[in-house]
Each structure stands twice: as C-alpha cells, then as structure tokens.
C-alpha cells in the first residue's frame, strides 16, 4: 500500500498536488541473495488540474483530467549488500528495482456533472480525418525504475519501502499531447451538447484553441511514480532428508 502521482503535460514541473493512495500484490522469486524477480498486479487513480500550476498559460488553459490505472509489471531486484531472512548478520539491504510492464488507463474529465470518458470524444481530432497519427489506445507499454530497502522483521516477514518511477510509451495518460485543431471540427447542438465540443478547449474566453496552437507537450511521454510500503511473507521449500543406506547409518 502507498501512493501514487502523476507527470506530464498537464504536471510538467513534477508537482506533487495530485498524490492518490495505490495498492497491490506481489510474488516474489528469490534467486539467490543479491537478486530476487517479482510479478506485481497494481491499481491506483492518478489525475491533474491546471488550476494547481503556477504558469499562466497552463491556468489559463483550464484542462484536467482523472484515469483509474490497473498495471501488470515483472521487475528485478538487486541489493546493494546479501539479503537472508533469518539471518541476523543479513537483516536488511537497500537495493534497485528495474522491469517491463502494461497498464490499462481511461483519462476522464467532468461535463455536466458527468465524469467522459475523453479518449472516446477525439479531444485532439482523432476521430476526424487527417489526424489518425493522434489515435492512442487504453494499453500502453510501462518500465517501472527506482529504488527501495527491505528488511526481515521476523524469519519469513519481510517488511520493504520502494519509490519507482514509471517511464510510458504514451503522451496521452492525460489526453493531451499536441495541438488544438479549432473547435469549428467539433459539431455541437444547443439541445444536445457535445462534450468533445467544450472539453477539447476549456480556455473560457481566452482563445486559446485556435487551429495549430500548442495544447501539450509531444516531446517527451508521460509518466507516474509508485511510493509503497510492502509485506511480505516468504514460503519456504521443504525437502525430505538424504536417503542414508543401512551400512552408511551404522557408521
């Protein structure tokens, strides 16, 4: 159990505004006492405003957004020094973390009281001609890097602490990346609102989303990054003892 926070277009000076709790569970193979392999199935709610930045323009700009993320990830592990519970002189170890993921994400945004799912909507143009390079998808590739300690607080407990950052293959955790393409794209009908009409330029009266002005940064992707505690109880393997022959018995 820990916490989570979101960087990128919309959090671009690494502010921590926006910490949601996270959670998950873990296996963890032992492969000798410097490196151990785990498999983690995590969630957490990541999210940002413009209203929390300082920068004129991003206030003025008005976006933000909410995305549910459920990830899958193996990650190794390398301790600084030998690590074996149990063992009083090996008690705790810092150690790296590296590894390959995917997560699932669904950036959302309020309309009416009502929470749109804005991958749908095409905030961006990428459901009009032309713009098909904009097109992203709710998986994305993730590679979680960072550091932890842990520490055996009985033999077979294990307590731990690991903040790791999640570099992505996605600009689009927040559903922005690019440029506006001009809100004369987007239909909208006064008895039936199109929330892709106001939600792809919330910049109330400042014109900011004229056709080809900068709505995010492309040039790198997004990211979010784990802070978490762990528990963990480690299941040993028992085997029978050596067969002794009789006569070795007699000795």
């Known amino acids: 159990m820990g916490a989570s926070q979101y960087f990128g ?15 998950g569970i873990f296996v963890r193979h032992l492969m ?38 459920v990830e899958i990830a ?3 592990e390398f301790n600084f020094t030998r690590f074996s519970t149990g063992d009083n002189g090996h008690r705790f170890t810092p150690y790296l973390t590296g590894g390959i993921g995917a997560f699932y994400y669904n950036p959302q945004a ?31 590739a993730c590679f979680p890097i960072g550091l932890g300690f842990k520490y055996w607080l009985k033999p077979g407990f294990n307590l731990g602490f690991e903040i790791a950052d999640r570099l992505t293959l996605t600009d689009y955790l927040d559903d922005v990346s690019t440029s506006y393409v001009g809100k004369d794209k987007f239909f909208d009908n006064p008895d039936h609102p199109n929330p892709a009409y106001y939600l792809q330029d919330r910049s109330q009266g400042q ?3 004229r056709e080809g002005k900068q709505r995010g940064n492309s ?27 009789k006569d070795e018995f007699e000795q």
């Open 74 to 76: 193996i990650q190794s």
């Open 219 to 245: 040039a790198s992707f997004d990211q979010y990054m784990y802070a978490v505690f762990n528990l963990s109880f480690q299941l040993k393997v028992y085997r029978c003892p050596t067969y002794l022959q």
């Open 32 to 69: 000798n006492s410097y490196i151990a392999l785990r498999g983690t199935l995590s969630y957490t709610q990541v999210g940002y405003d413009d209203a929390l930045n300082n920068n004129e323009f991003e206030k003025a700009r008005n976006l933000s957004f909410t995305s549910n993320i």
């Open 110 to 140: 309020m309309f009416n009281g009502k929470l749109e799912d804005l991958r749908k909507l095409g905030t961006e143009g990428q459901n009009l001609g032309g713009y098909d390079s904009r097109k992203y998808h709710s998986i994305a």
């Open 207 to 209: 014109f900011l989303g």
């Open 9 to 23: 277009d919309l959090n671009d000076n690494y502010g921590l505004k926006f910490v949601r709790p996270a959670g």
